[in-house]
């Protein structure tokens, strides 16, 4: 379909973002409020990093200014938000090419919750060596599309040496 991970990749990367947004407690701080879009091809440990991290928020330093040469190294808190509230039609990261434990498709969440919005796991890829198959899920099926293989969809077995890559999960409706 796109012929390798990374026109794929950058693909979703266009419209998935989320929108940050902090204030830092020290009123001298040129980063007193702050808010920002963040976009691109997220990379985590494992399947369930971004959804607490977009659900949590996360602490930062602030590294704002104080006049012209002081950084600022009070904690700030970052929460996340779908930009204008409107939750994204999907969500798609990437998990770290070097950790491979648990990067086998038993581990994956069928559902995941961002912002109170639910999501069910729509596909992932798994590589093998530099080789990358694409696994859909439709209920309980899965179906396989392999481009070494064939054109056609193969229900998908179970495979241990195949480590997962990218994880595209779709709105529940
Ligand atoms: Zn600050």
Known sequence: MFGSEEPYANVFSQFLNFEESWGCPDVNCNRVKEQNVITGDFVFDNATSLAYIINKGETRNCNG???????????????????????????????????ADGRTAEVIPLEQHYLDYKYRLFAYTLNKGEHYLTVLCQGSSKFVYDGLSSNSLKTYKQDETHLLSTLVYIMDQ
């Open 65 to 99: 200014r104080i006049g012209d040469f002081q950084y600022n190294s009070e904690k700030i808190r970052v929460e996340f938000n779908f930009p204008h509230n409107d939750p994204l039609p999907l969500i798609k990261f990437t998990l770290h090419i070097n950790v």
